[in-house]
């Protein structure tokens, strides 16, 4: 623990990875890869969607095995043939997805991997868990449930367990990906004060701000090849601002960096269509409405939303968002109030009658409600419109029709597909929600909902799904935008919400001092 | 109610007790591989197997312990074949716990076919162990304290079972290999490791639970002779969740029903017997429309587990 945050220039590297290559059937995951990590060093692995860092991952914490190539622990070769071994090492492991068994309590998890025939001291292991929280600052409940605990909660549980066994080098996987902002930056707030305790922390992100925030190191993966790398130095030298154009040119090549610099000026370009809705009659009116929810009661909700025009609806996650979308969309019983889609009341109407009149809803749940993942695209592109014709006649599938439809679609929004009858599941994120958007966008849409619209997606989806919000604005439709990234909202509306505790607290134009104003009725300062 | 006699009540309690051990046997088996999410619907056939097993040593060697061993190794060869195509290769537990069961029902019949059909062979009558004074209560004394040995050593292991579930790290580690074996395994315990030891000791008690019937319960070997008893247990298991001593709650009902449908023809009740045999398959029904909503089952029962798959 006496290693001081910045290693000297001899300082030698915990673990490297000397030219490593994973293969599976198909597709070369990592392409020799090689990086060192050192000791009191965040590491950042950045990269894309399918850049090859969790296959990169795997291989640390002894899931997989490298095809080619070798790693280096403390200089000397060390497969690592299991995670047993990996922990052995000293390689701890914080998955994206919470390891912590959710039927137990915090202490019982820490006590995973004990030999069979003790018996636990489970006092002692509680207060250990509380010693060790307390050094690197964060609080847990050793006797908690972990499934009653937020996702930040047992984040930190998941730290201080991989401390707890040793862990001297920590990789933490996507792990702000789940995060409410504020937990995200405490997190990052956490990784400083352990490499100051002289750990290696790796940190897998796609996301550019928080890797240049923290990272001392950064080395950019991009189609499972290493494309460059940031070291202390060079990021100390650049700034924020420089490092981060130059990371994305590394991330996207030449193309990429053009898309996403594009998206950009865009978004700052675009025409605000100020009072579109003003003038004429509203398409969607939603009156003093009232949604049901055992945790999220929605009320006195009020809006007007315009041809043309984006509302965005900011707010932290969970403050009713969710059910209130699914209350426009149909899937959620309204209690009260009154939703108008032109003029005509739509609330009580079913999903399929409000899809008929216009409304559509671009779910943030892609996989689980948005698309079935054992069916085809081309079905999936008409999933809420089966047995319809021209695709369906008396009730017999109309294979011809469904698969002209499906090309055009996949041709007009770039569903990179290798066939329309792949199943949906096959696809990545990004193609997910192209083929959500075309399926929403397509045939005679009025309103149109977007929950969460590039949530998980990387920079090239991103850029692609605002441009199709953007043109779905274009296009006269009325957009409402839900989103837990400010920036977001920012560059797309017209206008942005600020929902809080199921009410929207407060409405402002998207002006010079947007920003300002929505942060003040977040905390409660306007409300 | 002349019914309720002194020598009725100790006939159905001690009958409760004879019905109930098998069912408490195929219920703590069920639930230990049920905790470590491996659904286990071949228990009816490790079952018969340990009955037929169980009743063949017994009648050989004539010892009723090398009997009840026997009865757990058939129990835990047939769970071996579970263990290795359902936890080792990942094949659909469903499917194969079924084929299992038809597979032991068929090869079970055929043995006894060639093997006892022209005989018939009868095991004696086993002795029992008088626990003094307990023995001596009226009812509950000859019911439930003078009665083999493997009675109260399967009473036993509801204690054991629920000590080690709450108290060990093999404990955590089961329920742990249910709701989440990747945690587990990313923990450096093998998944596979602790499903495969938890199919095999399912086997053994399930396995003992036959025996029972075949050595206590009916003296004689004869084929199908678990009739759905098997299934009970996982029906219990299910109900019962993590929790042993709720098996041995449900076995005892379950048993009472199994005891009082003997019990009344006894007693020569004027109801049709097909009727009183429906009884304990209609309390199961009434108790799953009851209870089932809220048997929350462990989240990865079902599921193979294969290390890196999402």
Redesign the interface.
């Known amino acids: 623990m006496t290693l001081s945050s910045q290693p000297a220039d001899d300082a030698k590297p915990l673990v490297s990875l000397k030219s490593i290559t994973k293969r599976f059937p198909g597709i070369v995951a990592n392409d020799s890869i090689s990086i060192d990590f050192f000791p009191g060093e965040v590491h950042v692995l950045l990269g894309e969607n399918g850049a090859g860092k969790s296959t990169l991952v795997s291989m640390l914490s002894g899931l997989q095995q490298p095809s080619e190539g070798s790693i280096m622990v403390d200089g000397t070769e060390m497969p690592i043939a299991s995670p047993q071994k990996a922990l052995a090492l000293g390689i701890g492991t914080v998955f994206q997805h919470s390891m912590l068994v959710p039927s137990l309590t915090l202490t019982d998890n820490v006590n995973l991997g004990g030999a069979w025939w003790k018996t636990p001291d489970r006092e002692a292991i509680a207060t250990r868990m509380e010693e060790t929280a307390r050094s690197i600052g964060v609080e847990v409940n050793p006797t908690a449930i972990t499934s009653s605990l937020s996702l930040g909660e047992q984040q930190q549980a998941e730290i201080v367990r991989a401390l707890m066994r040793g862990s001297r080098f920590l990789i933490l996987d996507e792990a702000t990906a789940m995060l409410t902002p504020k937990d995200a930056e405490k997190l990052g707030q956490l990784m400083r004060r352990l490499v100051a305790q002289g750990l290696a922390v790796i940190f897998i992100t796609h996301k550019l701000n928080e890797a240049v925030a923290y990272g001392d190191r950064i080395s950019v993966l991009r189609l499972g090849r290493k494309v460059g790398a940031l070291g202390p130095d060079e990021l100390k030298s650049l700034g924020p601002e420089a490092a981060t154009k130059e990371i994305i040119r590394l991330m996207f090549g030449s193309n990429g960096n053009q898309a996403a610099v594009t998206a950009k000026a865009d978004g700052a370009m675009r025409p605000r269509i100020n009072g579109a809705g003003t003038g004429a009659a509203p398409v969607l009116e939603i009156l003093a409405l009232e949604v049901d929810d055992d945790s999220v009661p929605v009320s006195g909700i009020e809006l007007k939303i315009g041809a043309g025009e984006i509302v965005g609806i900011a707010g932290i996650d969970g403050n009713g968002q969710k059910q209130l979308a699914e209350a426009l969309a149909g899937q959620r019983p309204v209690k009260n109030g009154r939703i108008y889609l032109d003029g005509q009341p739509i609330e009580d109407l079913p999903i399929g009658a409000r899809r008929h009149r216009g409304l559509r809803y671009v779910t943030d749940d892609r996989l689980g409600e948005g698309t079935v993942g054992a069916f085809p695209v081309s079905i999936n592109l008409l999933l809420k419109q089966i047995g319809e014709a021209p695709f369906w006649r008396s009730g017999i599938e109309q294979g011809g029709a469904i698969a002209d439809n499906a090309r055009k679609q996949v041709k007009d929004y770039d569903i990179r597909t290798p066939d329309i009858e792949t199943p949906a599941g096959k696809l990545s994120g990004g193609n997910i929600q192209k083929l959500l958007l075309a399926r929403e966008l397509t045939g005679s849409a009025r309103a149109v909902i977007f929950a969460k619209p590039t949530y998980g997606l990387d920079l090239n989806n991103i850029a692609a799904s605002r441009r199709r919000i953007r043109e779905a604005a274009d296009g006269g439709k009325a957009v409402i935008v839900l989103s837990t990234e400010l920036d977001e909202l920012i560059e797309l509306s017209d206008r942005i919400a600020v929902m809080s505790q199921g009410r929207i607290v407060g409405i402002v134009e998207n002006d010079g001092d947007a920003r300002q104003k929505i942060g003040e009725f977040m905390s409660g300062v306007a409300a | 109610m002349t019914l309720l006699t002194a020598a009725f009540l100790t006939a159905l309690l001690a009958g409760a007790i004879t019905a109930g051990i098998p069912l408490l046997l195929a219920g703590l088996g069920e639930q230990l591989s049920e905790k470590t999410g491996v659904l286990n619907i071949g228990i009816e056939g490790m079952m018969l197997a340990g009955a037929y097993m169980g009743f063949l040593v017994a009648w050989k060697t004539d010892s009723v312990f090398l009997g009840f061993v026997g009865g757990a190794g058939g129990g835990m060869l047939v769970a071996a074949i579970m263990a290795l195509l359902c936890v080792r290769f990942g094949l659909n537990q469903i499917v194969i716990g079924i084929a299992l069961t038809l597979g032991a029902e068929g090869a079970t019949a055929m043995l006894h076919y060639f093997q006892f059909a022209q005989t018939y062979p009868r095991l004696g009558a086993i002795a029992s162990l008088p626990i003094p004074p307990l023995a001596n209560i009226p009812v509950l004394g000859p019911a439930l304290f003078n009665r083999p040995p493997i009675v109260y050593i399967a009473l036993l292991l509801v204690a054991v079972f629920a000590y080690v579930y709450r ?4 404990g ?2 089961l ?2 290999a249910g ?2 074996p ?8 093998s998944v596979l490791g602790i499903r495969s030891v938890a199919v095999l000791l399912t086997g053994a008690l399930v396995g003992l639970g036959g025996a029972f019937m075949a050595i206590v319960g009916a003296g004689i070997f004869v084929p199908f002779m678990t009739n759905g008893n098997g299934f009970i247990g996982i029906v219990l298991a299910m109900l019962a969740r993590g929790r042993p001593l709720w098996v041995l709650g449900g076995a005892a009902m379950f048993g009472a029903c199994l005891s009082l449908t003997t019990a009344l023809q006894v007693a020569g009740v004027d109801i049709p017997t097909d009727v009183i045999q429906m009884l304990p398959f209609a309390a199961v029904m009434g108790v799953l429309v009851m209870l089932g909503r809220k048997a929350n089952l462990p ?1 990865a029962l079902g599921a193979a587990y294969v ?2 798959a999402r």
Do not use: M, P
């Open positions: 108290k060990t790290y093999w955590i580690a329920q742990a709701d989440k990747a945690a587990l395994d990313s923990s450096g315990v989240s290390r890196g």
